[in-house]
């Protein structure tokens, strides 16, 4: 991919991200810290894969970035206040929150593209997991976020989510519904922040993408190598010709982050539908998704 584009507001910018070990949250983190951004990473299952984040973090960093590990798991709320107390000890205030964490369906069964087995086979343990990371975990995050952001009159919450035919199909537990339910919390979220300088948006990658959520093969070597961001027909989620690169979440990921966005909140950005050829503003207005009065399954 080609080099991010620069924001130079970012410098000295705080973000927590949870879930920095890996996949989509390790990515995010090195390209904000690479814009001079102080970042807070939180990883509940491996310290060591956090540590490689942290490692890498410190390479890539430039204008001042910087990034903290802190081992935290999303589903105890106790965990959640103390990582955003920590963020704001550190780097005396927290301007965004990336709502990454999840647990997916192969926490229910590891064959599960295969498998697509019934709601009635899910082990509800592993369906509670999914719910009380991907939903409660999100809210608990933004929760204990965003008093202080109110305080300050700005903030950016991002919460990522996935395809629409993610959310229906069938074999994945718990896993659909939670982002379903995600994207519909952002929406109350967003009209509770309204005019406060504080946003919410759901950010999502519009395909299945080369991470530790999707089973088969090796991770990093599975992506579609011909894919380009944003050059391909704008839509049709979950059908776009093999699994896509990850990185396509970092230019979206940058200007949500950024002073640029401040005129979306509640608002659904597809990564592959995002052009970074194009000025910033340009390529939001082709990701963005036309808005909703209310979700709609049925």
């Known amino acids: 991919m080609q080099p991010a584009r620069r924001f130079p507001e970012?410098?000295?910018r705080s973000v927590l991200i949870t879930g920095a070990g890996r996949g989509f949250g390790r990515?995010?983190?090195?390209a904000l810290v690479a814009q001079g951004a102080r970042v807070l990473g939180t990883a509940a299952r491996s310290g060591a894969e956090l540590a490689r984040t942290a490692a890498d973090a410190a390479l890539a960093a430039r204008d001042g970035g910087a990034f903290e590990a802190c081992i935290?798991?999303?589903r105890d709320e106790a965990d959640c206040a103390r990582s955003v107390g920590l963020a704001i000890e550190r780097f005396g205030r927290l301007d965004v929150l990336i709502n990454n964490a999840a647990r997916g369906p192969l926490e229910a069964n590891a064959d599960y593209f295969r498998a697509k087995p019934p709601f009635w086979e899910a082990d509800p343990a592993a369906y509670r997991t999914m719910v009380e990371t991907n939903l409660i975990g999100a809210f608990q995050m933004a929760r204990a976020a965003v008093p202080g952001m109110l305080a300050r009159g700005f903030g950016?919450?991002?919460n990522l989510s996935t395809s629409l035919p993610t959310m229906v199909m069938q074999g994945l537990a718990a896993y659909g519904p939670t982002k379903a339910a995600l994207e519909v919390a952002t929406v109350?979220?967003?009209?509770d922040l309204e005019g406060t300088g504080?946003?919410?948006?759901?950010l999502l990658p519009g395909g299945p993408s080369d991470t530790a959520l999707i089973p088969g093969g090796v991770v990093g070597e599975r992506a579609n190598p011909t894919f380009r961001a944003g050059k391909g027909p704008v839509g049709d989620e979950g059908r776009v010709g093999g699994i896509l690169p990850p990185e396509i979440m970092v230019p979206p990921t940058l200007w949500l982050c950024s002073n640029g966005s401040a005129s979306y909140n509640g608002r659904r950005f597809v990564a592959k539908d995002w052009d970074p050829d194009l000025l910033p503003a340009d390529a939001a207005a082709r990701a963005v998704q036309a808005q909703h009065a209310a979700p709609r399954i049925m």
């Open 188 to 191: 109350v979220w967003a009209r």
């Open 72 to 74: 935290a798991d999303v």
């Open 198 to 202: 504080v946003t919410a948006n759901v």
């Open 27 to 30: 990515l995010m983190a090195l």
């Open 156 to 158: 950016r919450i991002v």
């Open 10 to 12: 970012l410098r000295g």
